[in-house]
């Protein structure tokens, strides 16, 4: 008898964890692409984790390339950028924690948790995200912006990034001109974007 009740009781137990932990993560993920499903090359050696969690920036990038409107045009895309990152710039890897394409998808780039290569000073405590194109003289479409702030929102949902981030655009951490003019002025109308580092 008391082995039925004990087990009756921990059955609600798991129930209320579970609608706890749902309740917990309402966010909806975005479409997340893995490395395997673009193709990406393994990193030539291990990529240190992040030195805080969760991560209290979250740095906003364009390519500076074309842009991509489908996945498999996205997917080319990255994967010549991760080339030149590790063939070029030496880095290890692609630099950025993610990509987005205006196929509306996000790529994973080194992921969560881990040590970026996209802005020195901001590389052990930042979720970079790099939105695939170049941004100076245009916005990127809407599924792109759509899929960044799903992307964000999810990072903090699931405590990757932390509830009081501070997001930033790559220029206000470095003397560069991205993420584009056109996608920093937008950036600055999101959430959390900050006017001082
Ligand atoms: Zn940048």
């Known amino acids: 008898m008391n082995g ?8 609600g137990l798991q129930v209320v964890i579970l609608f706890g932990h749902r309740t917990v993560n309402s966010v909806e993920p975005p479409n997340i692409i893995s490395r395997s499903e673009w193709g990406a090359r393994n990193a030539t050696g291990p990529i240190k984790n992040l030195s805080v969690g969760p991560t209290p920036y979250v740095l906003i990038h364009h390519s500076d390339t074309g842009g991509c409107i489908t996945q498999a045009l996205c997917q080319a895309k990255i994967r010549l950028i991760q080339n030149y990152h590790i063939n ?3 880095w290890g890897d692609i630099g950025y924690n993610f990509l987005v394409g205006e196929d509306g998808n996000v790529y994973e780039g080194r992921g969560w948790d881990k040590h970026g290569a ?16 170049n ?3 245009r916005e990127p479409n809407v599924a792109a912006v759509r899929a960044t702030k799903q992307l964000i929102a999810y990072g903090a949902s699931i405590d990757k990034i932390s509830a009081t981030y501070t ?4 220029k206000q951490t ?13 950036i600055k109308s999101w959430p959390h974007w900050s006017p001082t580092t």
């Not at 039925?4 to 059955?11: C, I, K, S, V, W």
């Not at 997001?167 to 790559?170: A, N, P, Y």
């Not at 470095?174 to 003019?181: I, N, S, V």
Request: positive net charge; hydrophobic residues 35%; charged residues 20%.
């Open 135 to 137: 941004y100076t003289r």
């Open 174 to 186: 470095a003397p560069t001109l991205c993420p584009g003019d056109k996608l920093y002025e937008l």
């Open 88 to 90: 070029v710039r030496h």
């Open 4 to 11: 039925r009740r004990d087990a009756g009781f921990l059955l």
């Open 167 to 170: 997001l930033l655009g790559h």
């Open 118 to 133: 996209h802005s020195k000073f901001y590389n052990s405590k930042s979720i970079g995200i790099c939105i695939v194109g």
